[in-house]
């Protein structure tokens, strides 16, 4: 965050966001099998929780946004909480 900072950069917490969800979900599969290190939808959805609380400072908690069916609800309610708190937490607000 600090090297953001001295740029003028907005760091986004995705990372940390990954962090979180594995530690309250340990079997949940936000990484790609064939190399665990691209996004799999769910992952990539959760990336995209966290950049929407930081760009735009609200809350994705809620959003009905299902990526056409494909993210199950209660993964999606799941996602969007641990991006609001991770957002939170990262940012003070």
Known sequence: METGTAVGALVIPVGLAFEEAYKRRPDMKLHQS???SHPSLDGTYLAACVVFASVYGQSPVGNGYDYFGKVDKDT???L???AQDTVK???GR
């Open 34 to 36: 064939y190399d665990s």
């Open 76 to 78: 999606a309610a799941f």
């Open 80 to 82: 969007q909480q641990v």
């Open 89 to 91: 937490r990262f940012y």
